[in-house]
């Protein structure tokens, strides 16, 4: 292709959003991947497909005015449509159950679960809960919109989508240095891995380090959309063939996994092996677990806009956790603000006074 109109790095969800909405606008794209589509954290993630941003919303309300918090969660759920219509069967709209582990939490759902209702959005409270949540959790949130996703299925799928609208997809091509890249302009989609490529960002968007466990398939429904609890901090669901696929406890060796390095640890592996076996009542056989690495930034919002100071540059990051859908949409953003097109949304994720 030569000389191409914009180099993306990482073909994750991010790079791959933004290739194919640049690629519809008709400009030469080219992706770099280290790896292979999908292989970052797109494809080692939870599955949670949630509306919003890292911060519960009546939290992001209070930091970012009421205003703010409102389009961002009106951004990310027209991005869950698209993301149902572009995903197929890697997605399934199951609404997502936010669970409170004891009463202090569930003082700060219902919180939150009051902002969500007064300011318009589908939301429902739900105090009596059954089957394997009875007795254990003190009410819960559950968010209509929300779906699950088989994510590395999902990423890959919309990547072919950016191949088959003109872009070029190289795999097994590590990016070393920026100025290597033939191309007026440039996107970093590298969200955790982004590391030594410019060091402004690398001061700013932190690498964090999740642990997945996948469990045998369990022959018996308990969990029929994504249910996370403690914050975040530990997060489940059931994939089609009943398999449990849960991550989290992070917050047993949280300094340890403030990494960049991809790996599980036999301290993290227990302690979701042992969460699993409260869950189910039972030690389910664990068939699979990965680690996986995501960026995260002071504020928890991502940085998705141009790099003031550099010509050309522009970033899409640092989604602290919660990027399967901002990525989407941030990806998407980027490529219409390249393709010229007036993104007012882009405002809510600046760089600008972030990366100094
Ligand atoms: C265990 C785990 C669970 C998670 N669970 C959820 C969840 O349930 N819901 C949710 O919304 N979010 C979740 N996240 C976060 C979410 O997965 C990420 O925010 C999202 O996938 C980021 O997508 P991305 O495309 O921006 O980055 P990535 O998917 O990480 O892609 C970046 C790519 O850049 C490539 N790259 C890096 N450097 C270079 C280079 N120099 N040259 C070329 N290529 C390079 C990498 O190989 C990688 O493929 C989770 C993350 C992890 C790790």
């Known amino acids: 292709m030569g ?58 309300r209070a930091e970012l005015g009421a205003e703010r918090a409102a389009s961002l969660w009106r951004l990310t759920e027209r991005a869950l449509q698209q993301l149902g219509t572009l995903a197929g069967d890697a997605f399934r709209s199951t609404g997502s159950l936010r669970l409170a582990a004891d009463l202090a939490e569930a003082e700060s759902l219902w919180a939150e679960y009051e902002a969500l209702r007064d ?106 959309c994504p249910h996370y609890a403690r914050y975040g901090y530990d997060y489940w669901q059931q994939t089609e063939d009943l398999r449990l696929v849960l991550g989290g406890s992070r917050d047993g060796a949280l300094e340890e996994e403030s990494t960049a390095e991809e790996r599980t640890t036999p301290g993290i592996q227990a302690r979701l092996e042992a969460f699993a076996h409260e869950l189910v009542g039972r030690a389910p056989k664990i068939t699979h677990r990965w680690a996986g690495i995501f960026g995260v930034t002071k504020d928890r919002l991502p940085l998705a806009g141009p790099i003031r100071g550099y010509d050309g540059l522009w970033v899409a990051c640092g989604y602290s956790g919660h990027g399967n859908v901002l990525g989407l949409a941030c990806g998407d953003l980027i490529g219409q603000a390249i393709a010229g097109q007036p993104v007012p949304e882009l405002a809510l994720f600046d760089p600008a006074g972030r990366t100094q």
């Not at 999902?154 to 191949?163: E, F, I, K, Y």
């Not at 982004?194 to 466990?213: C, I, S």
């Open 119 to 224: 300011d318009g959005f589908e939301v429902e409270w739900r105090s009596e809960l059954d089957g394997r949540l009875a007795g254990r959790f003190h009410g819960a949130i559950f968010h209509p919109p929300d779906g699950s996703i088989q994510p590395a299925r999902w990423v890959r799928r919309l990547a072919v989508r950016a191949a088959e609208a003109g872009a070029e997809i190289r795999e097994h091509d590590p990016v070393t240095a920026l100025e290597e890249l033939d191309a007026d302009q440039v996107v970093l989609a590298t969200d955790g891995y982004t590391h030594g490529l410019l060091e402004r960002l690398d001061r700013v968007v932190k690498p964090a380090r999740g642990q997945v466990v996948v469990t045998e398939p369990l022959g018996e429904e308990y969990f029929a």
């Open 3 to 60: 000389r191409v109109d914009v180099a993306i790095v990482g073909a994750g969800v991010t790079g791959s959003s933004c290739a194919l909405t640049l690629a519809d606008a008709g400009l030469r794209v080219r992706v770099h991947e280290a790896r292979e589509v999908a292989g970052g954290a797109s494809g080692r993630n939870g599955g949670f497909a949630l509306r919003g941003g890292a911060a519960p919303y009546d939290v992001a």
